[in-house]
């Protein structure tokens, strides 16, 4: 079974500051998704960014970019320029390709981000 | 906002009652999942409908169910709720499977309480 390791429990950052949480997986498909979703203080599930494992390059939205490295099966997000709004849950998540089976997907365990201002 | 609508938002119940949790996905989805997220387990992936038809099954305990109904709506049925059982069940959509980078989207959940 697919697993999704999250080893940060808690992050802190400076406001404007970059801040990188970071996300290894395990799975013996080569055809999967990556995904970060952020979970604010409402318990709203919110995607922030996709990744495609047969596309090498990173996946960038906005302030939010990541580092996928296939081999080392280990999927980071960036965050620049750090705001306010950003404090949240962070989930890693881990979905089969195409010609998986199932569509569900498979999380972390979150890293709670903490924003300094 | 998400698309996706759960009904409803807070449920307190008692041991060994019965309760069911609506789901509506986004327009234009067929595929619908169900999560519940706890203090102990996490987030975890419960069971998918694709068309009104059961697609995959993960940690789903045998007092759940669920379905999907031809307006594509779903429902969760939980039965004999245990204490354990209090979490925050979110349900999903997506396009359906076999579409490449789609990504699900979430609703806002319903919190459920066993008293």
């Known amino acids: 079974a697919q697993t999704v390791t999250q080893s940060q429990p808690e992050m802190s950052v400076q406001e404007a500051e970059t801040v990188t949480l970071s996300c290894t997986y395990d799975t013996s498909e080569s055809d999967y998704y990556l995904f970060w979703y952020k979970q604010p203080p409402s318990r709203q599930m919110i995607l922030v960014i996709r990744?495609?494992?047969?596309?090498?390059q990173n996946a960038t939205e906005n302030r939010f970019s990541v580092n996928f490295q296939k081999a080392a099966k280990s999927f980071s997000l960036k965050i620049s320029d750090s705001q306010l709004g950003d404090a949240a849950m962070y989930f890693c998540?881990?979905?089969?390709?195409?010609?998986?089976?199932?569509?569900?997907?498979?999380f972390g365990k979150g890293t709670h981000l903490i924003i300094q201002p | 906002d998400s698309g996706v609508t759960q009904t409803p938002k807070h449920l307190i119940t008692a041991t060994g009652q019965r309760v069911t949790l609506r789901c509506s996905p986004r327009?234009?989805?067929?595929?619908v999942y169900w999560y519940q997220q706890s203090l102990d387990q996490g987030l975890q992936f419960l069971i998918q409908?694709?068309?009104?038809?059961?697609?995959a099954k993960g940690n789903i305990l045998e007092r759940f169910s669920a379905q999907q109904f031809p307006d594509l709506h779903s429902e969760l049925n939980l039965s004999s709720l245990e204490l354990g059982d209090s979490a925050l069940y979110f349900c999903a959509s997506s396009v359906g499977p076999g579409v490449s980078n789609q990504p699900q989207h979430f609703g806002d959940g319903t919190r459920l309480s066993i008293l």
């Open positions: 327009s234009g989805d067929l595929s």
């Open positions: 409908y694709y068309n009104g038809e059961e697609r």
């Open positions: 998540a881990y979905m089969e390709g195409i010609g998986g089976g199932a569509d569900g997907l498979t």
């Open positions: 990744q495609e494992a047969y596309k090498q």
